[in-house]
C-alpha cells in the first residue's frame, strides 16, 4: 500500500520485485511530483508550500499549520488539526521535512508503471487538495491492471466520520478478498 508520496515508492517496489507484490493498493497518488508535472502552477505551489513548511512545521498556531491543514485536513476538527501538528513535531525536524517535501516533488515514476504487473486498486479524493484528482486517474489508467476509485471527500488525509472512509475500507476489503490477476 502507498498513499500520498509513499505511491511512487509503492510503485517502484512492485516495479522491480514483481514476485513479492500479489496486489497494490494506492492512495492520494501520483507518479509525478509537483516539479515534474507539464502545469507550471504546480511547480509555484512546490515552492509555495516548501516556503511555508520552513516557518511552521509541527505547530498548531502557526499559520502555516492553518494553510497546511486546509490542504490536507479541511474537514478536520481542530483537536485533528492539533493531532496532525504534533505528528509533525514527533516525525521529523522542519529541515528534514523540507528535504523530503523537495524529493516528493521532484519524483517521476512514470517509466515503471508498465513494469506492475499485479492488479492495482487506485482510490482518490474529489477535492484533494494536496493531489490533483486527476493525477490519481491518470495513474490509474496508465498501470496495466489498474482500477480507478473515486472517493467524494475533500480530505487528503481521510477522517473516520466521513462516508468516504467506509466506501475506502469497504473497497480495499474487497479488493484484497479477490484472487489476483497478473499479466
Known sequence: MGVSQGAPIAIAHAARYPE???KLVLYGAYAKGR???SEGHERETAQTL???MRQGWGDERSPYMRAFSSL???GGTREQVGWFAELQRIATSPENAAKLRVACDDIDVTDLLDKVKCPALVLHARNDGVV???QGRQLAASLP???FMALDSDNHILLDHEPAWMQFVTNIN???KTPAESS
Do not use: E, M, T
Open 20 to 22: 513479492r507484490v500479489s
Open 35 to 37: 516539479n515534474k508535472r
Open 50 to 52: 516548501l516556503s511555508i
Open 72 to 74: 490536507y485536513l479541511p
Open 132 to 134: 490533483p484528482f486527476d
Open 145 to 147: 491492471l489498474g482500477r
Open 174 to 176: 474487497n479488493f484484497l
